[in-house]
């Protein structure tokens, strides 16, 4: 019996040969494909490293063009604006986006991530949630962190008027807390997980269940008219996922080099990062549509909007293909 270890690399070695050694396909008439690469996407950072996507559309002449999305809300804003094609954000601000007009799907999850928790320097005195009333938080809105934060507080009986909310992107996040600027912060890896080693920051909440899954977003625009484009990038993007859970020794080095943090820092981040089912089924949709039931109740998407269809319209699954999970 061969050993499976043997078995997936040589899977991984005929998924690479079909990915970049086919015969030169039409790419739809595309001079540019813009991708994001973000440091909450491990599997985004693998491709940019090993130039895959540039590989897969050379030979039609397609340049890739990496662009760095800092958070949720800025890929959202990139996407809005045209200046990405597909982007990286978190399955409910991905929902939020779409609500308020950004015209995108939702096409593909690249993580199940605990990426999000509420951090508290460990000498504040903040112990549990109900401990924010009248304090001040860091927070990126529009992201996965702010709508955890608003979770968080409704299981304390609380709404957003009862802190004080400092808005900033998540390092400067980060950075207002150590400087004591802020009493908290609604954290997001790799920074969070570096808070943690560093300083002996505190993750006083946390619930994995809250955190909504990665997922892909394409402008859908670009979808309908580049459908083939997108579903051979998802190949791609199989392969780096496969990639990453084959070489976890690798991928931890690679992260700690592309977020410029130690490997202590990528270890727990990408401990805390589920890589296995790409698939945006029955969970990853019950997950995002809790969130949009949520900020809902807060008053962040209006009352009249149907939250179950706004979920429909912004997940299509139509591009995994045969794309299966491991």
């Known amino acids: 019996m061969i050993a499976p270890h043997i078995v997936r690399t040589i899977a991984a070695m005929i998924l690479g040969i079909q990915l970049f050694a086919g015969p030169a396909r039409a790419a739809d008439q595309l001079d540019e494909l813009h991708l994001d690469y973000a440091y909450y996407n491990p599997v985004s950072l693998v491709l940019k490293d090993k130039g895959w996507v540039e590989q897969e559309f050379k030979r039609d002449g397609v340049t890739v063009r990496w662009v760095l999305s800092l958070g949720s809300n800025k890929a959202l804003e990139f996407l809005n604006a045209e200046s990405l094609d597909l982007g990286s954000t978190a399955g409910a601000a991905a929902l939020l986006g779409r609500i308020h007009g950004t015209p995108i799907k939702a096409i593909y999850v690249y993580a199940k991530p605990e990426w999000t928790a509420l951090v508290a320097r460990k000498d504040a005195g903040i112990a549990r949630v109900a401990d924010l009333k009248g304090k001040r938080v860091a927070v990126t809105r529009g992201t996965d962190p702010h709508i955890f934060l608003i979770r968080a507080l409704q299981s304390a009986g609380l709404t957003e008027n009862d802190i004080s909310e400092v808005l900033l992107q998540h ?9 004591g600027d802020v009493d908290a912060w609604a954290g997001l890896d790799p920074m969070m997980a570096q808070a943690q080693l560093q300083n002996g920051d505190v993750l006083f909440y946390r619930n994995p269940n809250l955190n909504t899954y990665g997922v892909l977003d394409a402008r859908a625009a670009f979808a309908a008219q580049h459908p083939d484009i997108v579903r051979r990038l998802l190949q791609v993007y199989e392969h780096g996922r496969r990639w990453a859970l084959d070489h976890p020794v690798e991928l931890r080095a690679l992260v700690a080099k592309a977020t ?3 490997e ?6 990408l ?4 890589l296995t089912d790409p698939d945006l089924g029955d969970k990853p949709r019950a997950t995002i549509l809790a969130a949009g039931v949520a900020l809902q109740k807060a008053g962040i998407i209006p009352r009249g909007v149907d939250v179950d269809a706004s979920v429909s319209q912004l997940i299509d699954r139509q591009f995994l293909g045969r794309l299966s999970s491991r």
């Open 271 to 274: 401990s805390r990062n589920d």
């Open 171 to 179: 390092q400067d996040g980060r950075l207002a807390l150590d400087k």
């Open 260 to 262: 410029r943090q130690s």
């Open 264 to 269: 202590a820092v990528a270890a727990l981040q």
